[in-house]
C-alpha cells in the first residue's frame, strides 16, 4: 500500500484520469472522418505523383524501374523511424512496400505509354539531387502521419500492439493517379489498415530487442569515443549495457550532442540519454529524469601557474579573463548565467577543449568536478582553483515522458545501486561515487 502511494503512483493516477477524460473525445474522433488519416493517405498521393517524374529520369537515363539496391534503403530508413515514433517496424515496412510496388506500377505504366508512342516523356530534374530527397522528406511524413492517427496509449493493461484503423471515408484521400490500379490500391488502404503502435516504449524495446542509448561521446569519465573510432566507453557505458542486459536486448548507442539532446529526444531518435546528464528542470518539462545515482557541482580548472589567480568567481569574472565553454550544457549555462565581465570564448568539441587552456587560448572552464579531477590526472599543466564547488548538481538518466519506462529503468538503478554495483562501475573508472543530498 505504501509504494501504491508513491510518487510514481501519483503521476499514474494523474495520467490515468487525463486519459479517462478524454476517452469520449478519441471515441467520437475515431467515429468521424479523420482529418489526420486524410492527411496520411494525401502524403502517399503526394509520394506515388512523383513517380512520372522519376520515370522520366530512369527513361532518359535507360535506367529499368526495379532498383532493388534502392528498395532496401527505403525500407531500413522506414524501420528506424518506425522506431522513433512507436510504430511497429514490420507494419510500416509493409506500407512502405506497398508504396514501392505502387510506384513501380505508376512507373511502368508511363514506360508502357512513351514507348507507344501515346505520351513524350517530359524532361526530369535529377534523380539524387531532387527527387529522391523529396521522397525521403515525404517518407518521413508519411510515417509521422501514420503515428498521428495513432490511439493514445493507456496507462495500466494494454495489448501488446494496438491497431490503427482509419476511417473508410479518409481513404478516398487516395487521389486517382494514372497508372494505379485497383490491385495497387486496395494494397495501400490494406497497408494503412495494418499499421500498429506500441503500446509504450518498453514494450517496443523488447519486442524489437534493440536499447537505443544516446550519449555525447565528449563527457568522460561518463562517456567518451575517440575521434575516428567506432566504441564509447565511460561510467554510463557500462552500466547502459547493464540496463539493455536486463531487458534481455542490444546496447545501440546513437551519438547525440548536448546542443541536440532535447531535441534527439523529442524526435525519438533515442530510448534513454545516458552521458553524465544532469537533472535539470528544462529536461524535467522535456522528458522523464529517473531517479539521481552521483551528484557534485560546478568548479573551475586551469593551468597550474594560475591556481591562485583563479581562486575564487570573483577572480575570474574580470574583464580580460578568458572562460572556454562547450555550447548546450549545464556547463554554458553556469556561465551564462554567473559571469558578467569576463570574455566567453565557444569550443564546439568537448573532447579537446582543455587543450585551449593548454595552449593558451583560453584561461580557465567550469565543469563538474568529476571532469576537473580526470582531466588533472591527464595533464600534469592543469589544477582544480577551488576546493569547494559553486554548484550542487545530480546526474540521472533521461528518458520520453513514459510512465512504463520510466518505472523500468528508476527500479533497475535503485537496484543497482542498492546492490553496490554503480559503486562498483565508477571504481572501476578511477572515482569514487559522491552521494546525493
Known amino acids: 500500500m505504501r509504494r501504491w502511494f508513491g510518487r510514481k503512483a501519483w503521476l499514474y493516477f494523474f495520467v490515468a484520469i487525463a486519459v479517462a477524460m478524454a476517452a469520449p473525445a478519441l471515441v467520437l474522433a475515431a467515429a468521424a472522418p479523420g482529418t489526420q488519416r486524410a492527411d496520411l493517405l494525401g502524403l502517399m498521393g503526394q509520394r506515388l505523383e512523383l513517380m512520372p517524374q ?7 537515363h535507360q535506367q529499368p524501374v526495379e532498383d532493388a539496391a534502392r528498395e532496401v534503403v527505403v525500407i531500413e530508413e522506414a524501420g528506424a523511424l518506425a522506431l522513433r515514433h512507436g510504430l511497429v517496424p514490420g507494419t510500416v515496412e509493409r506500407l512502405l512496400r ?18 507507344a508512342g ?10 539524387a539531387g531532387s527527387i529522391r530527397p523529396a521522397l525521403s522528406r515525404l517518407g518521413e511524413d508519411i510515417v509521422a502521419a501514420a503515428a498521428a492517427v495513432a490511439p493514445a496509449p493507456g496507462v495500466f493493461e494494454r495489448p501488446a500492439a494496438v491497431s490503427i484503423v482509419p476511417d473508410p471515408a479518409a481513404l478516398a484521400a487516395l487521389p486517382e493517379i494514372p497508372g494505379l ?9 490494406e497497408a494503412v489498415l495494418g499499421l500498429r503502435v506500441f503500446p509504450h516504449r518498453l514494450a517496443q524495446i523488447i519486442a524489437t530487442g534493440k536499447l537505443r542509448i544516446g550519449t555525447t561521446g ?16 565511460g561510467i554510463d557505458i557500462d552500466l547502459a549495457r547493464d540496463l539493455a542486459a536486463a531487458l534481455g536486448v542490444e546496447a ?17 531518435r533515442y530510448d534513454v540519454a545516458m552521458s553524465g546528464v544532469s537533472r535539470t528542470l528544462a529536461r524535467q518539462r522535456a522528458g522523464f529524469l529517473t531517479q539521481p545515482y552521483y551528484a557534485d557541482g560546478k568548479t573551475p580548472i586551469a593551468r597550474c601557474a594560475d591556481r591562485e589567480r583563479y581562486a575564487s568567481l570573483e577572480r575570474i569574472d574580470r574583464p580580460g579573463v578568458r572562460v572556454v565553454v562547450n555550447p548546450g550544457g549545464t556547463n554554458e549555462k553556469f556561465v551564462d548565467e554567473r559571469i558578467r565581465q569576463a570574455s566567453k570564448v565557444l569550443h564546439p568539441d568537448n573532447r579537446s577543449i582543455f587543450g585551449e587552456i593548454l595552449e593558451g587560448r583560453a584561461d580557465v572552464m567550469f565543469t563538474d568536478r568529476i571532469e576537473v579531477e580526470l582531466q588533472t590526472r591527464r595533464h600534469a599543466e592543469l589544477c582544480s582553483t577551488m576546493a569547494t564547488n559553486l554548484t550542487y548538481q545530480e546526474k540521472s538518466y533521461l528518458l520520453p515522458q513514459d510512465p512504463a519506462w520510466l518505472e523500468f529503468v528508476d527500479t533497475w538503478l535503485a537496484l543497482r545501486l542498492a546492490e553496490g554495483v554503480v559503486d562498483e562501475v565508477f571504481a572501476a573508472h578511477g572515482f569514487q561515487r559522491a552521494g546525493v543530498r
Open 98 to 115: 506497398a508504396q514501392i510496388e505502387a510506384a513501380k506500377a505508376v512507373q511502368a505504366y508511363w514506360f508502357v505509354e512513351w514507348q
Open 54 to 60: 522519376v520515370a522520366a529520369y530512369k527513361w532518359h
Open 252 to 268: 545501440e548507442f546513437v551519438l547525440t550532442s548536448w546542443p541536440a539532446l532535447l531535441d534527439d529526444l523529442q524526435a525519438g
Open 218 to 233: 565528449d563527457y568522460a569519465p561518463f562517456s567518451h569515443r575517440a575521434e575516428g573510432e567506432p566504441d564509447f566507453s
Open 181 to 189: 490500379d485497383a490491385g495497387h490500391r486496395a494494397a495501400l488502404v
Open 118 to 127: 501515346r505520351a513524350a516523356p517530359p524532361a526530369a530534374p535529377d534523380l
